[in-house]
């Protein structure tokens, strides 16, 4: 395998990751954006000759530049994944990714907004403007029921069961499950589908669409809700998955039902889903703090 020679077999594994393992088109698209990295870092040695000091090197030299432990391990999976791919599908003898580790980073607590910014932020005025009730049905169905990015964009009409009050998502790597969907985000996405109708061209399958009438991708809902955030006077970075956090911290502190919380979020990890434990526990910190006698501060 001769150095430059790595955009065919990125092209292959691109394929093999969409195709067989059924990873969404944004999740692709990060593997592929980190892959590059690789090709870049190796420039004149040729992918069978890279050893486990190469890799060493590769990720000591991005570290250098600023990238902390959780990007480092994200990016050495992808490669992992790609060396494996070159091995079974074209005769690789090492991945020399194996057994490495990245850096680790102080874990963050994701990001959420309050119960009050939540509903702050979803109480938005839309009129009769069909892109302002698209967006409010979106961002309903985000906070309601928990949902990826890349699961909101992928929707059709005929995932959601209203007389159930369901919806059939399709999460990472094809899995599928039912979650449920309040009564304000059905209203909403019931209010927006006659909108939906009148836009969306005669071949488009997909729920939420956009001004020229096919399916909205991942940057314009990225966008559009930073700008509902700004106009609503929330002050913090509002993105998708901080409706997700915010979902899923705010079903925890009023259920504690982890293992529920798990099961709507799609985590194949019940360790993932403890995150919102921490969460929980620092709201409670908070509560104690400012409401037991010998816990507030003398004045």
């Not at 990016?75 to 994944?81: E, F, G, N, P, Q």
Request: glycine share 8%; proline share 6%.
């Amino acid at each position: 395998m001769k150095p430059g020679a790595g955009s065919p077999y990125l092209a292959g594994f691109l394929s093999h990751l969409g195709a067989e393992r059924r990873l969404s088109p944004l999740t692709c698209e990060n593997y592929a954006r980190d892959v590059r990295v690789l090709l870049d870092l190796a420039a004149d040695t040729p992918l069978a000759q890279l050893q486990v000091h190469h890799i060493r090197r590769f990720l000591a030299q991005l570290h250098g530049r600023g990238l902390g432990g959780r990007s480092l391990a994200r990016m050495l999976s992808a490669w992992r994944s790609f060396f494996h791919y070159l091995a079974r599908d074209h005769g690789l003898t090492q991945n020399p990714c194996l057994g490495l580790r990245a850096p680790k980073s102080p874990k963050a607590l994701p990001q959420c907004l309050s119960p009050d910014q939540a509903h702050q932020l979803l109480d938005m005025a839309t009129g009769d403007e069909p892109l302002a009730m698209r967006d409010k049905a979106m961002f309903e169905l985000f906070y309601s029921s928990g949902l990826r990015l890349s699961e909101v964009v992928g929707l059709n009409p005929g995932q959601i069961d209203f007389a159930e009050g369901t919806l059939e998502v399709t999460g990472k790597g094809g899995k599928t499950r039912i979650v449920p969907v309040g009564r304000l985000a059905t209203e909403a996405i019931q209010a927006w589908l006659p909108q939906r109708e009148l836009l969306a061209q005669p071949q488009e399958h997909g729920l939420f669409v956009g001004r020229n009438g096919t399916r909205l991708g991942p940057r314009a809902v990225q966008y559009r809700l930073k700008q509902w955030a700004l106009k609503q006077g929330i002050s913090s970075e509002v993105h998708p998955h901080v409706l997700r956090h915010s979902f899923a911290s705010h079903v925890l502190q009023s259920s504690g039902d982890l293992r529920a919380v798990q099961e709507m979020l799609g985590h194949a990890s019940i360790s993932t889903t403890q995150v919102y434990t921490h969460l929980d526990f620092q709201h409670l910190a908070k509560v104690y703090d400012a409401a037991h006698p010998r816990a507030r501060k003398k004045p």
